[in-house]
């Protein structure tokens, strides 16, 4: 029987030694393949954020309090948001600095509105591994460069919130901004 | 695996002798773990803690299990839940407090587990798949640990959740897509909390599994022994039961001494009371560490704090952490000594105990703020943990000389005691 089966298929062998038998597997294997591959997309899919994660509002911010050298936290898409009003010393400082020399060179001017330069509208979350840096509250360590300091793993930012120090790759992120008013931003 | 001097399964009972004919489960046993199985006759109290390790895997299942009868897994209500086990639930501070230290006693019972294959050579042909599935094993308590100390939506745990997930996010280009997966949104979340329940019930189940292979591979060449040298004959080897049953049984009478100590009088010791904060998104407190059996690798990525060519600092730690767990899985190809054990390696024997009080101070540095000189001594550190396994571990192997060897195990045991003449030579097996 299986002598007999084994002279079948070489005789169907045809040029190139190829069967139709073994397109015909390869085609079966293949097809198997592509529905567990469309089994297995949605399982890790469903880990992705939620329709109702995604449903993220902006979020509007009311500037009027907020007096030169203070800071204030806010959250915007569930994260901490920094807003600091500068004074016109921890702008000169800023600008002291030669970009070029920087980690991930920025000027604060890039990194603000014209003309509204005292407002540093940053994310709280430090560009290493995600901590939220001390120095919007009162009588935080501001770090070594008197802007924020990250106490995970001792980065430092400067008064742009630029990463000058330790191991984060980028400056603080600046979210998408605009003013609404003289004395109102609105975030996303 | 069995010598062939092992003993033979034999039911009398006509009800074991009806159930070894139809599903031999008891006859497994016997052959795996009563006195079916010989095994060396010279083990050292070193050898309890693959037993000790089962044993607290055991605990933190039971346990987990009743936790999560009284835990809501919703960022609402996590932490006060987890408050209303310790209060309201009978018994339910006992629960959470074994749970909790029982997550530490895993560690110190798997670190002592490891330290001894790393000394007596137990990685070494033929049990590089044992300790190839020991690496497994540990890799997937890091991960359940880590996904547990999420549950009770600390401070700690939140700020954990975070920097962990955010591990991930250094990968390049798919990094971040990564960690939003992993959370579920851009923070962790609620929907980071309910799957790290999820995943934190399924891993132990898991990692019995691999425990399962673990104890199979170990089983083919059978356990490995203080001198190194391999089991020649019958004399050389007792029946695991009642000998080292009844040694192991011991060995448990003390690590539960010891973990019922911390549990009843210091529970809260080995912890950090910033878990007692609930987890508040907008501030990392200022002293954050994480758990003390972590604190070895936290040390190495936070060694790297200056960009190396085009490689930034974030992406470098995070490489160095994983490779330094990595690493160990080329272990048994990077020591090429014929010698199994470290007690007839004179010089393997130094370096050995430099790299114990290494990673000792790199446990200690993990802890200490993220400052000078802290950072400078993780970086002398760590470059040390990679020298060790990378440089000096391979030079040893082709430079040492090692002392002679005892000809067989009961050689070895008789001249500890005294008594080499006239005992019989060990005979090898047919």
Same mark, same amino acid.
């Given at each position: ?188 | ?34 006195? %079916? +199985?010989?095994? *060396? ?5 070193? $050898?309890?803690?693959? /037993?000790?390790? !089962? =044993?607290?895997?055991? #605990? ?87 996904? %547990? +100390?999420?549950? *009770? ?5 939140? $700020?954990?959740?975070? /920097?962990?997930? !955010? =591990?991930?996010?250094? #990968? ?259």
């Amino acid at each position: 029987m299986a002598i007999v089966e084994h002279t079948d298929s070489t005789g169907l062998s045809g040029e190139d030694g190829v069967r139709r038998r073994d397109f015909i597997n390869i085609a079966a294997v293949s097809f198997a393949g592509v529905g567990g591959i469309a089994v297995v997309l949605p399982l890790i899919d469903q880990m992705n954020p939620s329709a109702d994660v995604l449903a993220l509002a902006s979020t509007e911010v009311d500037l009027s309090a907020i007096q030169p050298g203070q800071a204030i936290k806010t959250t915007f898409r569930s994260q901490p948001l920094f807003v600091r009003q500068l004074t016109p010393k921890e702008i000169a400082e800023a600008d002291k600095v030669d970009p070029s020399t920087l980690r991930d060179p920025q000027t604060l001017a890039e990194r603000t509105v014209d003309g509204k330069t005292q407002w540093l509208v940053t994310m709280g979350v430090c560009t290493h591994l995600g901590c939220v840096p001390l120095g919007a509250g009162e009588g935080e360590n501001k770090g070594e460069y008197g802007g924020y300091f990250c106490p995970c793993h001792g980065s430092s930012y400067d008064t742009a919130a630029r990463i000058r120090k330790g191991p984060a790759p980028k400056n603080l992120e600046v979210p998408k901004f605009s003013f609404t008013s003289d004395t109102a931003i609105l975030v996303g | 695996m069995s010598f062939p001097w092992a003993e033979q399964y034999t039911p009398k009972n006509p009800v074991m002798v009806w159930i070894d004919e139809k599903l031999p489960l008891p006859r497994l046993a016997y052959n795996a773990v009563g006195a %079916g +199985y010989p095994v *060396p006759r010279n083990l050292n109290y070193f $050898w309890n803690f693959g /037993v000790l390790a !089962g =044993l607290a895997l055991m #605990i933190q299942i039971v346990t987990g299990v009743i936790m999560a009868m009284h835990y809501g897994a919703n960022d609402l209500v996590a932490f006060s839940t987890v408050e209303q086990t310790m209060r309201d639930v009978n018994a339910g501070w006992l629960m959470r407090y074994a749970h909790a230290n029982g997550a530490s006693f895993f560690f110190i019972v798997v670190y002592l587990h490891i330290f001894r294959g790393l000394y007596f050579g137990s990685y070494k042909a033929p049990r590089e798949m044992v300790w190839l599935l020991g690496l497994v094993i540990f890799l997937l308590m890091m991960a359940t640990a880590f996904m %547990g +100390y999420v549950l *009770p939506w600390g401070q700690m745990s939140y $700020w954990g959740a975070k /920097v962990i997930t !955010g =591990l991930f996010g250094a #990968i390049p280009v798919v990094g971040e897509p990564i960690q939003t997966w992993l959370l579920g949104g851009f923070a962790p979340g609620n929907a980071s909390l309910n799957r790290f329940f999820s995943l934190h019930f399924l891993l132990p189940f898991v990692i019995a599994g691999v425990i399962i292979l673990h104890i199979w591979a170990l089983h083919i060449p059978g356990s490995s022994n203080p001198t190194g040298v391999e089991v020649k004959g019958p004399q050389d080897t007792v029946p695991f039961h009642p000998y080292y049953t009844a040694k192991d049984g011991f060995g448990a009478g003390i690590f539960l001494i010891a973990f019922c100590t911390l549990l009843f009088f210091a529970p809260n010791f080995l912890g950090h009371p910033d878990n007692y904060i609930e987890a508040n998104p907008l501030s990392t407190p200022a002293h954050i560490v994480p758990e003390w059996y972590f604190w070895p690798f936290y040390a190495i990525l936070r060694a790297f704090t200056v960009d190396f060519f085009f490689v930034p600092a974030k992406l470098l730690g995070v490489l160095a952490m994983f490779a330094s767990i990595l690493l160990l899985f080329f272990l048994p190809w990077l020591d090429t000594s014929p010698v199994r054990s470290g007690k007839y390696r004179p010089t393997f024997n130094k370096f050995f105990w430099i790299l114990v009080i290494d990673v000792l101070i790199l446990g200690w540095l993990g802890g200490a703020p993220a400052e000078e000189p802290y950072v400078m001594m993780s970086q002398v550190a760590a470059a040390y943990y990679f020298a060790h396994f990378l440089i000096i571990l391979p030079l040893i192997s082709r430079f040492e000389k090692p002392l002679p060897l005892p000809g067989s195990i009961t050689e070895a045991v008789l001249a500890k005691y005294g008594k080499t003449d006239g005992e019989p030579v060990a005979v090898p097996a047919e």
